[in-house]
């Protein structure tokens, strides 16, 4: 789960790590009342949950209050288009204001779960403000790791981190305090990413997180309430938000073959078959192992209120459920939906032959097979005469 | 032969009196999996499916002689479930459950390593050795008994390829379902190495998916060390990235992790890759030559 930078920011607050003063509003007047609150010098961040706001031009630095309003009556309530937005955007719902500091030096600081080695690794580097892929390809001398064990980040590692940013004095003192708090939260609020970027050394001489990025752990969120509480699903795809609420996992896609699988794998080796045979698959769906009267009802739901799925693919593997069972799943479903577009089958598991025909008997236009390849090429193939 | 799993090994279920605990401890003894006893915390000194319940595992391991357990235990829960087996001494875990944090599986994990034992999951449909003993939750009628190795980070996408196997007639000599978490007891190359070593298994079909690096890292072993045939399909070739593909490890992050990347990884450590989901089992007879 993704939060706003204002909101993550008050993580690193709670965890004694310092960033700019600065207010969140909705509401030009707020920036008025801010902006001079804060001396007039300000900047001005969108805050919205796709990455690449600063290219978008959704981050803005103003001299005085007056070019703070000007500033932000061009980002608040306008749309947003990032790399990770897509050609939709994102409406700006909310602005942070913040006091605008003197930079003197910045930091990229890091912390993510390096799955291979099962430990998290907490990365620093000297260029501040560049995207991490990037600094790691152009400058990879320069992103110093420390890999953690234990979920606890030692002070000798903190002092490495430091160390190896060159920094000396009070501001190493504050680093290394600032990086074993970092971690700390990180592990306790069982964060999945968490990233400053850029942290600075201002003229003054503090170490300062300017900006903030922390995501969680979704299977971890029943133990953060207060976090579980901040999700906003408003950039998200409306019917991805509503596959949620049914539990079913579902990820829009832009293709013409609706699909419906039970196990996350046989869903994606499923999307893969139909691109092997020439079509596109409008979606990943995993309804479960069971694929219940219930979650097929809903299931159709979804697919058929994507009006670019011409045709529904359904391939179900009957574990320990019954195929004759799903058939009827199907079928009943089916009625209640009102399903208006052909539908190809294929059921494997077992009384497979008995869910065939309980298939081929109902009032619907479905094409039943055996085999995923046959199924697939016939769903390929009604989809391309939809399209004509 | 087969590996971890066979008809002597003395399981306990962890979530015995629970609705899937029941369930499929049924199904496992039905197998003719030696089922010796559950543990429900609370529930100590009841009987259950005509088992001995106990409130440890500990207690499970010194009166029944249990050295497996398979968890179906509640998120929540599972870690420290998973700990306790590992403390009892159990050398085998199995853990079923979805969704544990990733926090709590780097501890598991530790603690499993730090006592010699081996974990397969957690968000695994488990492992079966055919005709022998199963240890987890697939359809076992699909599986039949024989000389190749199943290695697969999905559930119904292996029931899949086992059953293309085994309606070419090769039958498995054990199927292991590793999970789709990020965090994982045993890896692809883990399962590899034993795999190596057991007679009975002539070659093995590897399941990948996208995410994460393992598919690479066994490509490097299997280039290097293994000795038989590997057979592989790596699910996820259209899976757009930076999204969570159902599974908590299936995701495509700043360019890592893709299809492409391990299919060739794979294919330069001289396994046959599957093209698609439909061909495994034809694939790997065509490189068995059967």
Known sequence: MKVHEYQAKGFLRR??????????????????TFAKELGGKVVVKAQVLAGGRGKAGGVKLAKSTDEAVEVAK???????????????????????????????????????????????????????????????????????????????????????????????????????KLFLNLFKLHVELDASLTEINPLILTKEGNIIALDAKINFDDNA???????????????????????????????????????MVNGAGLAMATMDIIKYYGGMPANFLDVGGGASVETVRNAFKILLADKNVKVVLINIFGGIVRCDRIAEGVVKAASEVGVDRPVVIRLVGTNQEEGREILKNAPFKFYTFETISEAAEKAVELSEGGNQ | MSI??????????????????????????????????????????????????????????????????????????????????????????VCITEGIPTNDMI?????????????????????????????????????????????????TLTYEAVNQLTELGLGQSTAV??????????????????????????????????????????????????????????????????????????????????????????????????ESPAVIGKTLKEVVGK
């Open chain 2, 177 to 274: 379902g590793i999970g789709g978490d990020p965090i994982i007891g045993s890896t692809f190359m883990d399962i590899l190495k034993m795999f190596n070593e057991d007679d009975e298994t002539e070659a093995v079909v590897m399941i990948g998916e996208i995410g994460g690096t393992a598919e690479e890292t066994a490509a490097e072993y299997i280039k290097n060390y293994f000795k038989k045939p590997v057979v592989s399909f790596i699910a996820g070739r259209t899976a757009p990235p930076g999204k969570r593909m159902g599974h908590a490890g299936a995701i495509i992050m700043g360019g890592k992790g893709t299809a492409e990347g391990k299919i060739k990884a794979l294919e330069e450590a001289g396994v046959k890759v599957a």
């Open chain 1, 15 to 32: 965890y004694g790590i310092p960033t700019p003063n600065g207010k969140v509003t909705d509401k030009i007047d707020g920036v008025k």
């Open chain 2, 4 to 93: 971890l799993l066979d008809k002597d090994t003395r399981v306990v279920v962890q979530g015995f009196t629970g609705k899937e605990g029941s369930f499929h401890a049924e199904q496992m003894m039905e197998y003719g999996t030696n089922v010796v006893a559950g543990v429900t915390p609370g529930k100590g000194g009841q009987t259950h499916l005509e088992k001995p319940v106990y409130n440890t595992v500990h207690e499970a391991v010194e009166k029944e002689g249990a050295n497996a357990s398979i968890i179906f235990v509640p998120a929540p829960f599972a870690a420290d479930a998973v700990i306790e087996a590992a403390d009892a001494g159990v050398k085998l875990i």
């Open chain 1, 74 to 176: 061009n980002i608040l309530g306008k749309k947003l288009y990032t790399h990770q937005t897509g050609p939709e955007g994102v409406e700006v719902k909310k602005i942070l204001i913040e006091e605008a500091a003197n930079i003197e030096k910045e930091f990229y600081v890091g912390i993510v779960l390096d799955r291979a080695a099962e430990k998290y690794i907490f990365m620093v580097s000297p260029f501040g403000g560049m995207e991490i892929e990037e600094v790691a390809k152009e400058h990879p001398d320069a992103l110093f790791k420390v890999y953690v064990d234990y979920l606890e980040l030692f002070p000798f590692q903190a002092r490495q981190l430091a160390f190896n940013l060159g920094l000396s004095g009070d501001a190493f003192k504050q680093a290394v």
């Open chain 1, 221 to 259: 969120l029943y133990r953060h309430k207060d976090v579980a509480e901040l999700k906003d699903d408003s950039e998200e795809d409306k019917l991805e938000i509503e596959a949620r609420k049914y539990n079913l996992n579902y990820i829009k896609l832009d293709g013409s073959v609706g699909c």
């Open chain 2, 107 to 155: 501890k598991a994990k530790r603690y499993v390593v730090s006592r010699g034992a081996v974990m397969i999951g957690p968000n695994c449909p488990g492992l079966i050795s055919p005709g022998k003993a199963k240890m987890g939750i697939m359809p076992a009628r699909i599986f039949k008994e024989g000389s190749i190795g199943v290695i697969s980070r999905s559930g």
